[in-house]
């Protein structure tokens, strides 16, 4: 072999470990989201289902069942129609259990969203029984966002948000981020529930 | 555009070729539009000759390279033949395309089936296309999510990772400081992919967030033939300089209240339009520059004046609409209630 083709093949070479690594850096899987435990005080505000019916979150939320919650609003174009379509999935799964969980989604634009507009809302993503949808003033609106830490002073600067408790117990799951069925099904089944 | 397209290809070929000679992959560019074409072609011959000259092996690539530009051409003829679905009408496939983008219903009346992150299933009934995108195709930001814009001019062409330089402030430029593509342009073919499947036509994934829908061939091809040609004029009101908006003074109607509608308007418009030249300039130094300089087109209000009784507003406001369109009414004024 002659010099020339010896820095021929090492440059090959090179070239390949070059394209391989760097095949291999983008194909690494980054975490899509954040999961950490928390302890939350809830405060004792009443709220609107979109029944109309005055809900005292508190109650709703230590109802003896699972909880799952999350910060939407009606007319949010993308994030809560994927976390909405992630708890219809949740109820579809669970099937007859379904009411087992409850779901609980809490506007963060209560100026819009009338029980009327959560109503639609429900309907639109086929909710089941056990799914309720939250609206108040704005003023116990923001006590809740802030005591979530999920405080935003402004609807379109939202970030996907997914809190779990288990029944009988002050700790919360905060995932943050989007997440897929598997991820909540896992994270639902580690509540207790079935 | 579709000549475009064909070039984009022809370059990417010719970097495979540059990036096999040993060209660092993050050094190499590819042009933002066609009007670089002959200049980059130039310097790839160029580099072309100098392979020639260091190995004879290098000629054997270049002939490969050769035979694999050729059948790309020719692909790309066939993918171009494909662009209205047959048996359909131009206006028949708009509307159907319409129905499926901003409804998400299927030309059979069904809801489109997808799934979202990865295992969600969802349907057009609860989120179409346009939530995200939006109707015009422009795309949108909610909170953490970027959502790109689906229009044909911006899918069919790359897109950049942050500013475009023009020509001459290219060449002035380090390699490194130079755009490079997000992700190069889609053609029908690699649209599909991406709406059914989630790759861009650099085989990167898309977010899972973007749902992967399940479409038959002939209803990708009308979703595809709409989004071609989505907002590919401005909207009515809407020119290359000008954006008119009108509003609407009822006769009758006391000065002083006329004056509370109008002179607020008028004095935005008179004030944005005098700081448009300043923001025009400035946007040529951002993120963004090209949508910033088009959003700073300058405004006009016209006064749309309604007389007789309210039976009859109707069709004077469509005259007004007819004689000269406005891309949107701002308020207005007239004696009790509209």
């Known amino acids: 072999m002659t010099k020339k083709q010896n820095i021929i093949l090492i440059m090959v070479v090179t070239l390949i470990c070059i394209f391989v690594a760097e095949r291999a850096a983008f194909s690494e899987s980054k975490p899509t989201y954040k999961r950490s435990i928390e302890k939350y005080a809830v405060p004792d505000v009443t709220l609107v289902n979109q029944d109309g019916k005055k809900v005292k979150l508190v109650s709703l939320i230590n109802s003896g069942k699972p909880v799952m919650l999350d910060f939407i609003y009606g007319t949010c174009t993308t994030i809560c129609p994927v976390l909405s379509a992630g708890f219809t999935n949740l109820q579809n799964r669970l099937g007859q259990d379904a009411a087992k969980v409850q779901l609980i989604s809490v506007t963060i634009d209560p100026e819009y969203d009338t029980p009327a507009v959560m109503k639609d809302y429900l309907k639109r993503f086929r909710a089941k029984p056990g799914w309720d949808f939250l609206t108040g003033s704005r003023e116990n609106i923001d006590r809740v966002m802030r005591a979530f830490n999920a405080y935003v002073p402004n609807k379109m600067a939202h970030y996907p948000l997914t809190l779990l408790k288990a029944p009988n117990s002050d700790q919360w799951v905060r995932i943050y981020g989007m997440v897929g069925m598997s991820v909540l099904m896992t994270e639902y089944k580690e509540l207790g529930g079935k | ?338």
Request: aromatic share 8%; proline share 6%; charged share 25%.
């Open chain 2, 1 to 338: 555009m579709e000549r475009g397209v064909e070039e984009h290809r022809i370059i990417r070929l010719l970097i495979l070729l540059r990036r096999q000679r040993g060209d660092s992959p993050r050094n190499s560019v590819i042009p933002a539009c066609p009007e670089s074409f002959s200049a980059f072609q130039k310097d790839s011959r160029r580099a072309l000759l100098a392979g020639m000259t260091n190995s004879r092996h290098i000629v054997s690539v270049v002939m490969v390279v050769l035979v694999i530009l050729g059948s790309a051409i020719h692909s790309f003829a066939a993918d171009k033949s494909s662009s209205l679905p047959k048996g359909l009408s131009k206006e028949e496939a708009i509307r159907l395309g319409e129905v499926m983008y901003r409804d998400g219903i299927l030309p059979s009346g069904e809801p489109v089936q997808a799934v979202v992150e990865g295992d969600i299933p969802v349907e057009g009934s609860m989120f179409s296309c346009a939530h995200c995108h939006m109707r015009s195709g422009l795309g949108s930001v909610e909170g953490t999510i970027i959502s790109p814009a689906t229009n044909g001019e911006k899918l069919y062409r790359s897109r950049k990772g942050g500013q475009e330089f023009t020509e001459q402030q290219k060449e002035s430029l380090p390699s490194r400081f130079r755009a490079r593509d997000i992700r190069a342009a889609y053609t029908d073919k690699t649209l599909a992919q991406a709406i059914r499947a989630g790759v861009d036509p650099g085989g990167k994934k898309l977010d899972p967030i973007m749902p992967r829908y399940q479409l038959g061939g002939r209803e990708l091809q009308i979703l595809v033939y709409y989004l071609k040609n989505l907002s590919s004029e401005p909207s009515p009101g809407v020119t290359e300089t000008t954006i008119r908006f009108a509003t609407v003074v009822g006769e009758g109607v006391s000065r002083e209240d006329r004056d509370a509608v109008l002179l607020p308007l008028e004095t935005y418009v008179r004030d944005r339009n005098a700081r448009a030249p300043y923001y025009k300039a400035r946007a040529g130094y951002r993120l963004f520059a090209e949508e910033m300089d088009r959003s700073y087109r300058s405004l006009s209000l016209q006064k749309w004046e309604l007389k007789g009784p309210p039976a009859t507003w109707r069709s004077q406001l469509e005259a007004y609409y007819k004689k000269e369109p406005v891309f949107a009414l701002l308020g207005g004024i007239v004696e009790g209630s509209w």
